[in-house]
């Protein structure tokens, strides 16, 4: 079972608004596109002028760089709409950690497609460290061998 969610942030940080979506059984892949999508909607229906967005998926951020993607409906329909639009990659221990918590809701709740104007309780402890950058390494380290 899959879910997709994201979050739309001002330019320091506050919530704008967010959004999950129950997608059922699918691929990861999947999951980012329809995130993306959503994504796209709602800063188009907040009139947003400027977006930068991170994806810590590098096969979506990859499709959408190459000015040779097929697929002109994310461009023509979503992207074009705003006038300055960054995609980027980042880690996934960099990415935002609110988004991974509205995907795990999406997942798991009866309705479609949910879109939320205030931090569902699940995220507000987030919203902060999330905010300014701050991520939780995500690795396993091999422990010190005493000699």
């Not at 079972?1 to 320091?12: K, Q």
């Not at 997608?23 to 980012?32: K, L």
């Not at 990659?89 to 997942?107: F, I, K, P, S, T």
């Amino acid at each position: 079972m899959a879910g997709s969610g994201g979050i739309v942030r001002n330019e320091l940080g506050g919530w704008i608004g967010g959004y999950s979506r129950n997608i059922g059984i699918s691929t990861g892949f999947h999951a980012e596109l329809w995130a993306l999508k959503d994504g796209f909607i709602m800063c188009k229906n907040c009139q947003l002028t400027t977006v930068d967005i991170e994806l810590d998926a590098k096969s979506i951020v990859d499709l959408l760089a190459n000015p040779h993607y097929s697929n002109s409906v994310a461009r023509d329909e979503l992207i074009s709409h705003i006038p300055l639009v960054q995609i980027r990659h980042c880690y996934r221990e960099a990415n935002n950690r609110c988004a991974d918590v509205l995907a795990r809701l999406g997942a798991r709740h009866d309705r479609d497609f949910i879109l939320y104007d205030s931090p569902p309780v699940d995220i507000l402890k987030l919203m902060s460290p999330d905010s300014v950058g701050l991520y939780y390494d995500k690795l396993c380290h091999e422990p010190a061998v005493a000699s």
